[in-house]
Nanobody, 111 residues
Framework: QVQLVESGGGLVQPGGSLRLSCVAS????????IGWYRQAPGKEREWLAY???????TYRDPVKGRFTISRDNAKNTVYLQMNDLRPEDTALYFC?????WGQGTQVTVSS
């Protein structure tokens, strides 16, 4: 069973930045596609970005150019660097790998 633990969320002012981390257990981390998702109150969960085992990335339009996904296979960790944060980015952020999900980390963008 793969376990995923997200961290790095918090309260930030509009225009600010945060870096989220997702640490995965297990020795097969490097072979998986990993995604970041978010869910705002009253809304459906939406995908934000994917990174393949080879490091190719794909982004959803609302975050393209502001968010960057990366991975460190030696640390079993995926990152989401978020810049120019906006109030509409407020949500619970999750990572997912192989059908497994973490508990999420809350990001709140407010002045």
């Amino acid at each position: 069973q793969v376990q995923l633990v997200e961290s790095g969320g918090g309260l930030v002012q509009p225009g600010g930045s945060l870096r989220l981390s997702c640490v995965a257990s297990g020795s097969i981390f490097s072979s998986f596609i990993i995604g970041w998702y978010r869910q705002a109150p009253g809304k459906e969960r939406e995908w934000l970005a994917y990174i393949t085992s080879g490091g190719s990335t794909t982004y959803r339009d609302p975050v393209k150019g502001r968010f960057t996904i990366s991975r460190d296979n030696a640390k079993n960790t995926v990152y989401l660097q978020m810049n120019d944060l906006r109030p509409e980015d407020t949500a619970l952020y999750f990572c997912s790998m192989g059908g497994n999900w973490g508990q999420g980390t809350q990001v709140t963008v407010s002045s």
